[in-house]
């Protein structure tokens, strides 16, 4: 009997098309939400410092990176991926970024498809790459099958997706994630490499955020509410007047934003007095700017999704410009806080402020 749910393949190949073409729809945007128009960084005109001077490089996963962002899982296990996920590792690899792959769940049914990993990791040998997998199918397997998953792609760590909004609203979902939290213990107790435990735009509670760090997952990704979101593309793939579509007009604004995710994260995990966890940030991350805000609030990496495949799909040097801007973005709000690099940010007291203005 399989492990997982046996899936139809190609019902499973065009949702994933889909899922790219409604993700690059600004309607399936839940723009302007994710609180990060109302953080605002203190300007410093005596930073005392050159622009040279700063440096964006941050530790990762046990290796050193040039920069503190990293690519969001979003594309394997269908005929586009692979030439997506080239790319992306290409210049992932060449500029220091870390990247998440996507769910890995037709490798756990498939046994020729750890070839698509195997191969992307031959392509990049330095990379820091990351593993991912659904916590429902994680739930229904054992832990030596999603090890595998990392062993395949020789990853740094393993994403954990949590998506109950989108499984409850997909025709075909798997909106089962009883025994969840029990299942990522068990991972963080059997698997060789960190977990990090991520939301897919709808964001992390603070009580969530507690229930996370006390099974001892090292690192959370908050994906929070301000960018896609899956409740609006799961709507937009159902039929005309199907209880679907009506609910993700209901729930197009549900989430918990990335700011106050993140505001969270910094009171339940960063502020006692040793770090509980790791908080990377995504969710509706559009500029080098809003990566300095989530930095400066407490951030250890910033990512994006949505914005890299839509320059990955424009081309090499689409990519590369875009990856350049976020870059340079980001030096520049280090410049003018009088920031070094992303740490001395990180640590700034009194460096942000939270409100409408
Ligand atoms: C086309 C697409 C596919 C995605 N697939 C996955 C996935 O397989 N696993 C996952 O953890 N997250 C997936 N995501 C969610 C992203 O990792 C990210 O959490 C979310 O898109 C919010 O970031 P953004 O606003 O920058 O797009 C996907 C996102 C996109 C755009």
Redesign the pocket.
Known sequence: MSIVRRMDVAQFEVRKRE??DQ?LDLKNQADGLSGLDQVRLVHEALPEIDFSDVDLTESCLGQTLATPFFI?????GHPDAAAINQLLVDLCQERGWAM?V??QRRELEEKSLPEESKKLRRSAPRAVLIA?IGLTQAIACGSDRIQSLVDSLEAQAI?V?LNPLQEAIQGEGTPEFRGGIKTLARLVRDLRVPIIV????CGLSAQTLERIASVGVSTVDL?GL???HWGRIEGARAPASSLQRTAAQTFARWGEPTVTSMISARHVLLNSESQRCSVWA????RSGLDSAKLIAIGAQRVG????A?QAALAGEESLRAWMEQQEFELRVALFCTGSANPAELRKKEGVWSYGRS
């Open positions: 899922h790219i993700a969001a899982g979003m594309t394997m998440g996507g769910s991912n994403a997706h991520k939301e897919t735009g994906s301000g960018g896609t995504s969710g509706g991350v994006y999704a949505q914005p495949l």
